[in-house]
């Protein structure tokens, strides 16, 4: 079955810093999502990406999927300590309605 | 516009009883979807419902688990003679059905915990 990995578990970032996080599909994704979830909290959407290449902003986040739909990334600038959460990138394959999850990253911050 | 309420919001059951977690997804959105979390894991996909069916239940154990969206009310997640390793949150999430893939929204989820 379709496998979503997500590297590194954990991130320990300055406040100020720059970080990525990496999402692998083992399959070809129809699309993939990115969901934060704070502690104690539940997942919210942050972001759908679609096509190939594509390359979306939001404020201090940019997200991009991969040419070939199998992999996505999430890059934070200038770390807050508002961004402190667990990112998870959530994938479906063609035509489905199954999202499968990755393990998320988990990002601290130190002020 | 109400977001997906689940309820309760915590719940704490003795090895051998039954538990029951409720999810009423937002306004409009005739899809629900199911998922379990272990601490410090991600999300695992158990069952996808619409009204009155059960479209996918692939993720869920066998044994002692079910789950219904009746026409009317909210939909449920039943685990029968809970053990220890039930503990985690349960997530619940609805979407419009409008097309495939679909957004889905999340609930705050129900936090089990087995004694």
């Known amino acids: 079955g379709q496998q979503v990995m997500q590297i590194p578990q954990y991130q320990h970032v300055q406040e100020g810093e720059d970080f990525t996080t990496y999402c692998n599909s083992s399959t070809t994704l129809s699309n993939i999502q990115w969901y934060k979830q704070r502690p104690g909290g539940h997942p919210v959407f942050l972001i759908q990406l679609v096509k190939s290449g594509e390359v979306k902003k939001q404020k201090r986040l940019t997200f991009q999927f991969g040419e070939a739909k199998k992999n996505s990334s999430l890059h934070i600038t200038a770390t807050q300590t508002t961004d402190v959460g667990t990112y998870f990138c959530a994938g479906f394959s063609s035509n489905d309605y199954k999202l499968s999850f990755g393990a998320g990253t988990t990002v601290t911050v130190r002020a | 516009n109400a977001g997906v309420m689940q309820n309760p919001r915590h719940l704490v059951r003795r090895r051998g009883q039954e538990a029951r977690l409720r999810c009423s997804p937002m306004?409009?959105?005739?899809?629900v979807y199911w998922y379990r979390q272990l601490p410090e894991e991600g999300l695992k996909f158990m069952v996808y419902?619409?009204?009155?069916?059960?479209?996918?239940e692939s993720g869920m154990p066998k044994e002692r688990f079910s789950a219904e969206f009746p026409k009317e009310g909210p939909s449920i997640l039943r685990i029968q003679q809970v053990v220890r390793g039930d503990s985690a949150a349960y997530f619940c999430?609805?979407?419009?059905?409008?097309?495939?893939?679909?957004?889905?929204?999340f609930g705050p989820g129900t936090r089990l915990t087995v004694l």
């Open positions: 419902l619409q009204k009155e069916n059960i479209i996918d």
């Open positions: 999430a609805s979407s419009p059905g409008l097309e495939l893939p679909d957004t889905q929204y």
């Open positions: 306004k409009g959105h005739s899809h």
